[in-house]
């Protein structure tokens, strides 16, 4: 499990070997035709922020290579705001005083139909809060049932799951699986989630391997930027990357940074993120890994997706609604998070085409 890997590590010792990299260390990084850790360091590196430009020209040379002229649309699926966890940062936190919603068989449809008059999405992300007792995995399978017939690629992000529970749902419709491990700072990680399952560290980071376990088809992997030194964090979450590709190399991967956004529990962040300092990031994840895909979400403004799309992401979420039913039942329920992107599926796509790139509905048919 990689909870035991983790433990080789020390957080302070890496934030240090991060801060020590050199202007070398980064030249010596971009030369190299696979990085390794220590070559990512270098390149999120500070002594890496006066290299931008090659960097950018690297990453956009890999992504070409891997992915061509194409972006993969996706969009979320809330199904339900209820939950057990005290998460600090989060609009769906349980001391939050707002309506819990769960949606029935019929509403899930009526969002599901929605969704297929926005455009011409094939992908689509099922979302939850964690509400094992409401909302468990009888649940969420008979939300994949009723998903399955109407997308050809069908994903979750939900609360960690056994093994045994991931291989069922993929019987029912999983292509993939994202979650968030938000940080991967032991030491602090309570802070943030201070009661409910989320607060289980190992049971949370393990999640991945039982995954893998499960041979669930795309695993995707996030830190929320904003907890704690973003620099470590997504270093930590890169050596779980090359874990998870040793262990379960028939799975395919994908990563997301998220900056933290405002929420209904007002949680100022601790770290920020400026856009130049995003940029440096995916850049050094596309020349660290080639084929991993990168994905930039709605929590990120129109501008600073359009500057990114072809310099080395893969993936965009676009229309999102982030409060369950919002695409037809409850358009107007809280949402976890504020969106920056407002722009409609239509005007993303016709945004993508500007640039010559060609926007991707549908990547691989579904099985029955």
């Known amino acids: 499990m990689f909870s035991e890997e983790l433990e080789k590590y020390s957080w302070e010792d890496t934030t240090r070997q991060i801060y020590s990299k050199t202007t070398a260390d980064v030249e010596t990084a971009l030369e190299k035709e696979h990085?390794?850790?220590?070559?990512?360091?270098?390149?999120?590196?500070?002594?890496?922020?006066?290299?931008?430009?090659?960097?950018?020209?690297?990453?956009?040379?890999?992504?070409?290579?891997?992915?061509?002229?194409?972006i993969s649309m996706y969009i979320p699926l809330y199904?339900?705001?209820?939950?057990?966890?005290?998460?600090?940062?989060?609009?769906f936190n349980h001391n939050n005083p707002l309506k819990r919603i769960i949606l029935t068989e019929e509403e899930i449809l009526n969002?599901?139909?929605?969704?297929?008059?926005?455009?011409?999405?094939?992908?689509?992300?099922?979302?939850?809060g964690e509400n094992p007792k409401n909302a468990g995995v009888d649940y969420l399978e008979r939300a994949l049932q009723l998903a399955h017939p109407l997308f050809a690629n069908v994903s979750i992000e939900v609360m960690p799951l056994k093994a045994e529970e991931y291989k069922r749902l993929t019987r029912s419709g999983l292509n993939g699986v994202v979650c968030f491990q938000e940080t991967y700072n032991r030491a602090r990680y309570k802070v943030y989630?201070?009661?409910?399952?989320?607060?289980?560290?190992?049971?949370?980071?393990?999640?991945?391997?039982?995954?893998?376990?499960?041979?669930?088809?795309?695993?995707?992997?996030?830190?929320?930027?904003?907890?704690?030194?973003?620099?470590?964090?997504?270093?930590?979450?890169?050596?779980?990357?090359?874990?998870?590709?040793?262990?379960?190399?028939?799975?395919?991967?994908?990563?997301?940074?998220?900056?933290m956004r405002p929420s209904e529990g007002h949680f100022q962040p601790n770290v920020?993120?400026?856009?130049?300092?995003?940029?440096?990031?995916?850049?050094?994840?596309?020349?660290?890994?080639h084929d991993v895909d990168i994905s930039i979400s709605t929590r990120e403004n129109a501008a600073f997706r359009d500057n990114m799309l072809p310099l080395g992401i893969t993936s965009l979420s676009a229309g999102s609604k982030t409060e369950p039913g919002g695409y037809f039942t409850y358009p107007q329920a809280l949402e976890q998070f504020h969106i920056s992107d407002e722009r409609t599926p239509s005007e993303v796509a016709e945004s993508i085409r500007q640039r010559g790139y060609e926007p991707v509905w549908k990547d691989w048919d579904g099985w029955m």
């Not at 995003?278 to 660290?288: E, V």
């Open 35 to 70: 990085p390794d850790i220590e070559d990512f360091m270098a390149l999120i590196s500070p002594a890496a922020e006066k290299y931008l430009e090659p960097m950018a020209s690297l990453s956009q040379k890999h992504t070409l290579q891997r992915f061509g002229k194409t």
């Open 193 to 259: 989630h201070p009661q409910g399952m989320k607060s289980k560290f190992e049971w949370r980071l393990n999640g991945f391997d039982r995954m893998g376990q499960a041979n669930v088809h795309k695993i995707g992997l996030g830190v929320l930027i904003g907890l704690e030194e973003w620099r470590t964090d997504v270093t930590m979450m890169a050596r779980h990357l090359r874990y998870l590709q040793k262990h379960y190399w028939q799975t395919k991967y994908s990563v997301n940074f998220p900056r």
């Open 79 to 91: 199904i339900t705001n209820s939950c057990t966890n005290f998460c600090v940062y989060c609009g």
């Open 111 to 128: 969002e599901l139909h929605a969704i297929k008059k926005l455009g011409n999405f094939e992908n689509l992300l099922i979302v939850t």
């Open 272 to 289: 920020v993120l400026e856009d130049r300092a995003l940029a440096q990031l995916i850049f050094a994840f596309r020349i660290f890994d």
